[in-house]
């Protein structure tokens, strides 16, 4: 997007206004600083976003924050987009609902908003293709029951990224953190392991599912848990390989759930 240098000054300063969580490309040079460069989060987007074809597809984005995988997904061609959140929208240190209008409106991206907690998320507020659900599900406090509510709101792919834990132990398992444990952060409440995830997902009736560790941290995992066989081949641009697992391969799902990574 061009801009005058009149009209760069003036979106910087609105931008500066904010604390960012997400570094996100306004275009013209301003850039907002979030607690991931831009440079990281690009690359750590392409990694989560990039095997899967976005084109023609309805997405929904839980807990959006700024907006930058709302925008992604515009960007990869998704036909309709849903960034919803509550929590860090009507957080008075975050004002995050004004920084993704802004971001929003900036970008003159077509994107719906839908103010609505994880907790509060049913197929009864929609059913889309894909459902991100990146970064959430350790700040419930009861993330099984919601998360198997909320996954109903995925018809064809659920894509879960997560901080994990109980690496160690061979069982589906969580590790509790009663007060500020995780990160000096009391909103974060579990540690899953990917063999608790796998379960879940098989659970809620996901016939295909995939896993890699994050790309830099090896406490955090990311998931494509597919409805069908059919949705997974018709939603992957490519066969996945290495880095991924295939989870529902015993072999490989044995490795990843009995070889934890150096850390």
């Known amino acids: 997007m061009a801009l005058s240098e009149v009209e760069r000054v003036i979106l910087q300063a609105k931008v500066n206004e904010y604390r960012w969580f997400h570094s996100i490309d306004l275009g013209g040079g301003v850039v907002t600083r979030g607690a991931k460069t831009l440079d990281y989060i690009d690359a750590e987007c392409e990694a989560i976003l990039g095997p899967i074809n976005l084109r023609g597809t309805s997405v929904l984005d839980i807990g959006a924050f700024n907006g930058y995988y709302s925008f992604a997904a515009k960007r990869r061609g998704a036909a309709r987009v849903v960034a919803s959140d509550s929590w860090a929208w009507r957080h008075p240190y975050f004002r995050a609902k004004e920084t993704f209008d802004l971001a929003r409106a900036t970008l003159r991206c077509d994107i719906e908003a839908l103010e609505i907690d994880p907790t509060e998320l049913t197929k009864e507020a929609g059913v889309f293709d894909v459902v991100l659900y990146l970064g959430v599900f350790y700040h419930m406090i009861e993330p099984i029951h919601c998360t198997r509510r909320l996954s109903e709101c995925a018809s064809r792919l659920l894509i879960i990224e997560s901080h994990l834990d109980a690496l160690a132990i061979p069982q589906p398992a969580m590790i509790f953190y009663p007060g500020a444990e995780l990160?000096?952060?009391?909103?974060?409440?579990?540690?899953?392991?990917?063999?608790?995830?796998?379960?879940?997902m098989t659970h809620c009736g996901f016939a295909r599912i995939f896993f890699r560790y994050h790309l830099v941290h090896g406490t955090r995992g990311v998931f494509y848990c597919?409805?069908?066989?059919?949705?997974?081949?018709?939603?992957?641009a490519a066969p996945l390989a290495s880095p991924w697992f295939d989870l529902g391969n015993a072999e490989q799902r044995a490795h990843v759930f009995n070889n934890p990574p150096l850390t």
Request: aromatic share 14%; glycine share 4%; proline share 10%.
């Open 183 to 200: 990160n000096n952060d009391p909103s974060n409440w579990w540690g899953p392991n990917p063999h608790l995830i796998y379960d879940l």
């Open 226 to 236: 597919f409805r069908s066989h059919a949705d997974a081949d018709s939603l992957l």
